[in-house]
């Protein structure tokens, strides 16, 4: 964290339901439900689940503020359950281009983090699955969501998403294009540039087949994103339309 950096409040999750104590524990566990959009591999996105649950894993290695997600177990194969986040206090408006530049405003360095993470993962869809207390309270939370339509899951087939990826141009455009700023863009390049090889591939790989992504994709998926990790300044000055 920088110095520039305040410490950004807790992401909170729904709590549904809490059921029977777990035992007689001193700490009094008890049973309980989460509440949670539950996603599925589709014939439009075949990728959907691993690229979902890959994201989230890279976006914790840097510290990026996004929804929790976990992969869940399902008679029809792997799902995943993005955990759905609790508004206690004051309201998450979705986000979407009309209210970017407010967005970038308030949230400055937040959305610095979201969009440099987005051009290095390759989500062209970040309007729309974004969150952020815009109205007067002093609460300030923004959270990214969905990364359904990020790296593997970028085409309807794996080969065509790492072709995608492999080029220095995508995604072709960002919300945030033109309303951050290079000074809070370029720790955030940093942050990433300086995650090992081997971070990437521990994030990237499974161990197993997950849905249609088999090792070997998987294997492919993380030596992609190892370069557009040192390419990504200028991947970044390009999409993001830096001055």
């Known amino acids: 964290m920088t110095e520039n950096e305040a410490i950004p409040p807790f992401v909170t999750y729904t709590l549904k339901s809490v059921r029977n104590p777990v035992g007689q524990g001193a700490t009094a566990p008890e049973y309980g439900e989460i509440a949670a959009i539950i996603k ?39 799902r995943y359950a993005s955990l759905l986040i609790s508004e206690v206090g004051f309201t998450l408006t979705d986000i979407d281009h009309p209210q970017a530049e407010e967005v970038a405003e308030r949230y400055p360095i ?23 207390n815009i109205d007067e309270s002093t609460e300030n939370l923004l959270v990214g969501l969905d990364h359904g339509c990020s790296l593997l899951s970028i085409a309807d087939s794996n080969d065509s998403a790492l072709r995608l990826l492999e080029s220095l141009d995508w995604p072709a455009t960002h919300i945030f294009e033109g309303l951050v700023s290079r000074y809070f863009v370029e720790p955030v390049v940093q942050r990433i540039r300086r ?49």
Do not use: P
């Not at 030596?223 to 001055?243: G, H, S, T």
């Open 40 to 78: 599925q591999d589709n014939s439009e996105s075949r990728a959907q689940v691993y690229s979902e649950y890959v994201a989230s894993r890279l976006a914790a290695l840097l510290g990026i503020q996004t929804a929790t997600g976990v992969l869940v177990t399902h008679s029809r194969g792997l």
């Open 110 to 132: 937040e959305t610095a983090k979201l969009a440099v993470f987005d051009v290095w993962i390759g989500n062209m869809d970040r309007a729309g699955n974004l969150r952020a």
């Open 195 to 243: 995650l090992s090889d081997d971070a990437i591939q521990e994030a990237c790989l499974m161990g197993n087949t997950v849905g249609s992504v088999m090792l070997t994709d998987q294997a492919m998926l993380a030596d992609v994103l190892i370069k557009r990790r040192d390419r990504l300044e200028e991947m970044v000055d390009r999409i993001l339309k830096l001055d």
